[in-house]
Structure formats: C-alpha cells, structure tokens
C-alpha cells in the first residue's frame, strides 16, 4: 500500500470515523429525496458522499439484502453496522493494513 493511501487511511479511520457515523444515523432521511422511505439506487448515487467518506461507505449491493433496487430503513441500519464494523475490527486486528499497526501506541488504537 503507497504512503498516500496508508495515511489517507488512517485520517479517516483515527480521526474522522465518530463524525462520519454521526451523518451516517441521519443519512437515510438526507438520501431519501422522494420521501418514498427507501433510497433507490439512484438516490444513493446522489447523495453518498453526503453520508461519509465514499471509500469507507458499504456499497449499495450489500446493503440491499432483498435485492429490489432499494434500501429500507432496516437495511440501512444494517449498512450503518457494517461501517461501524470496519473501523473496530481494524483496531482490533493482530496485522493487517490498519493504520493503528504502524501507531500502536497512538490512544485512537488501544483495543478495548
């Protein structure tokens, strides 16, 4: 992995994860333009950059889980714990691309 994208990594993932999750709990509302109470994939193609950084985001498809072209908001609460699960099982992990491997002592690291 490039240094580019270690660091870029960890801004993300040390730094910006608590703020990113916040917009995530009230991104469904913000992506759901037509007021249907799901997004359609068109809706999320608008407006996920809206909801966090789009390189950490789930994709569409596995939040889709019945895979009728839109996402409720029981998927999307299912999208939110995947997100979530990115950045703890990168803080846990023994080795791996996780920008706290190379900052262990860096207080956004300690495991729980």
Do not use: Y
């Amino acid at each position: 992995m490039s240094k580019f994208w270690a660091a870029l990594v960890a801004v993300i993932m040390l730094a910006g994860t608590p703020a990113l999750a916040a917009n995530w709990s009230d991104g469904f509302k913000t992506c759901d333009t037509d007021g249907s109470g799901t997004v359609s994939h068109a809706e999320w193609n608008s407006c996920e950059s809206k909801v966090g950084d789009p390189t950490m985001n789930p994709t569409f498809r596995t939040m889709d889980k019945d895979t009728n072209n839109s996402i409720d908001e029981a998927e999307w609460a299912g999208g939110e714990k995947q997100k979530m699960a990115i950045g703890n099982n990168c803080q846990k992990a023994e080795g791996s691309w996780c920008p706290c491997q190379n900052n262990p002592d860096d207080p956004a690291c300690q495991k729980n």
